[in-house]
Each structure stands twice: as C-alpha cells, then as structure tokens.
C-alpha cells in the first residue's frame, strides 16, 4: 500500500482510461449512495414514528364495556363499573406490575373561571404515578404528589393554553381558578405534546388528585379506567391477561367473557412497528446490496480487460523477477482504490443529502418523519464492505495475471 511505484502506475492507468473508470465506478458509487439515502429515510420514518409515541412503550390500558355472557344470575348487556376496591385487588394480585394507575375525569369540557375570565377545559383526576405512562412537560412548579392524593387537596396542574387563556401574561403559580364552584390553587404549569393541534387540545387540559375529583364531584368510588406499567422483564400481555382475570372476578363477569373489559397493550403495537422498520433496513439493505454487487461485477470485469491490455508488461515483469504476490498485489490494489473511492464519495454524498433533508425540516411537522440520519455504524459496516468487495473484484483479475508465462505474454499482440 505505500509502494509509490504502483500508486503512479494506479493513477497512470485511470488518466489513460477516464471514461471507462469512471462509468465503472458510478455502479459502485450509486450503490452506496442508495444504501445510505434508504437507511437514511428508514431511520427518519422510525424518528417520526417513535416521536408520535407519547405514551410509554410498554404501557397497558383496560377499560370496561358491557358484558356479552350471563353470569351468576346477571343477565349479558350490564355494564361494568371500576371502583377504588379494584385499585387495592389489582396491586395485590398482580404482582408482575410495577404501576397500577387508575384514572378518571370530568366527562365533557366544563367552564373554569379566573376572575372575570372563564373557558372550557377538560379536567382529569390523576395519581403521581401518570408522568411515568404518559410524559408530563412541567414547566413551573410540580405534578399532582402522594400527600395530595391521601390528603384529597384541592390543587391543580395547568396546561399552558389554560395559563394563556386565563391568566395572560400573569404567573399562576399560586393562583386559584374556579372549577364547577370549587377553587383548586394552581401548582404546577406543563406544556402541550404532540402536533400543533394535538399540544394545542392537551394544553387545555387540567390535572388534579383522583380522590379530589370523586369527593369534590361526586364522583365516589368511581374509575374511568386502569392504566399499567409492567415490572422489568415482565412481558405486558402478562399484566393485560392477569388484570383482566382479576376484574372478572371484581365484578362477577364470566370468565370466557372476552366483551367486558377492552384493552390496549402498548408494547405490541410498538413491536409491530419495529418489525416494520427492521423490514424496511431489510429492503434498503437488498436493494442496495444488489447495486454494489452489480458495480463490483463490472470493475472485476473491467479488470479483466485491464490484466488482458497489460499481459505483455506482466509477461515481462516475471521475465524480470517479478513474483506472483507483487502481480497480485498490484491488480488487488488497483482494485480496492476504484471501489473504495467510488463507494467512499457516495457514502459521503447520501450522507450529506439525508444532512440537508434534516437541516430543511428542523422544527417543521412534516407528518411521520423526522431528523433523517445515517448511522456511523452503518458507514463502517459499509466501507468494510467497499474493501472486502474490492479485494475481491480485483481476486480473479490478479490471480489470472499471475499465471501468465512470459514467454506466452512476450508473443502475445
């Protein structure tokens, strides 16, 4: 490699052939310049997709409907009520999750006052325990905390379109609003998540303590429904199974009744997306693989031509001494150059592409994509393949260079 004889002779060689070289080259070029723009956009799908997970990734919901199977003298068609007492059986029989979070709310919007001024907001009763299912952007003071539960306090959690609308440019923190004719003093301000209109609507929420909300609005012993978060390495659909049976026998509903409670699970939808996404790698990976391996045929080709071109100077440098590895090597070389600084300036050309796309849609919704990159492992894995494709692009070209007799390659015309 630093022989500069053969670097001379190397680029000697491109000059008197730049078209050809350079046509041949192009298929490896192309080849990486693909890999690197799909992996690329593979990878700012997947950003965008996760970006729109806003709830943890392996949380469970269970909610209730109406029973669809007679049981225990009730008749089908009743409809299940959630209670407190479901909250203490479900942290007591199952074991396998870390969180246990019942929920409720306010149904509808409802007028909140400040003062002279007055808007509708959805207010929902919370444990502190919430921010770990769903992320909370707290930009002053806190989140709903245990002694606010246990002491049913009359505190609430804004969202910033509430502050905007009620408050202006005032601080709020330690505020009261009016909410149904109760006052809640303000502790804590978050910021709205998701898309514009999405951070808009939950930025017009308000959060206070779940047993606030049932004893202040007469509420009592009522959960809209369960959120979970299963301990490590516990698999949700445990959780999901396990809670479900728990409340079937909370609320003497049959146990073949699979119509009584709904649920989302979380971990396998995200599951279902990485499939997709390893899919995705997949194709890119093929197609890409399928033009490099087309560029390298070519230069092994044109490689053949070159050894076929050069048979009297090989037959002559053996006739001088010249071994067998010094032929090789010289034709390998001249082989990994073409490939390596072919696929080297397409892995920097789709690099900077997927650069440029990140930099144009920085801080803009561009639905589910987002802040494409190409992954550093990904280029070392790409140029080991240029070198190792290189070797053996040019691998039959030498090892036939290096059978030449010089006494055939000196007749040959």
Known sequence: MFDLDKWSEIWGTVRRHKLRTGLTAFGVFWGIFMLAVLLGAGKGFRNGVEKEFNVAKNAIFVWTQRTSVPYMGLKAGRFVQLTNDDVTALERQVPEAALVLPRTSLHGTFTVQNGPKSSSFSVNGEYPGYPAVRA?????????????????????????????????????????????????????????????????????????????????????????????????GI??????????????????????????????????????VQGLFMGIAGFSWLVSIGTILAGIIGVSNIMLIVVKERTKEIGIRKALGATPWSIISLIVQESIVLTAVAGLIGLLFGTALMAGIASMIEGKDVGFFASPQVDLGVAGMAVALLVIAGALAGLVPATIAARVQPVVALKDE
Not at 166 to 189: A, E, H, R, S
Not at 250 to 260: E, L
């Open 235 to 272: 698999p949700a659909a445990v959780v999901e199974t396990k809670a479900k049976e728990v409340l079937r026998r909370q609320h003497k509903v049959a146990p073949n009744d699979d119509r009584a409670f709904g649920s989302a699970n979380v971990e396998e939808e995200y599951a279902r």
């Open 136 to 232: 909370v952007d707290m930009q002053q003071g806190r989140f709903i905390n245990e002694p606010d539960i246990t002491g049913r306090r009359k505190i609430a959690v804004i969202g910033n379109r509430v502050v905007d609308i009620l408050f202006g440019t005032t601080n709020p923190m330690g505020k009261y609003i009016n909410i149904k004719g109760i006052y809640f003093q303000v502790v804590g301000v978050f910021k709205g998540s998701g898309k514009a209109e999405e951070a808009q609507q939950d930025g017009q929420t308000i959060y206070i303590p779940l047993t606030t909300l049932q004893v202040a609005f007469n509420q009592t012993n009522k959960i809209d429904y369960f959120s979970f978060i299963p301990k490590t």
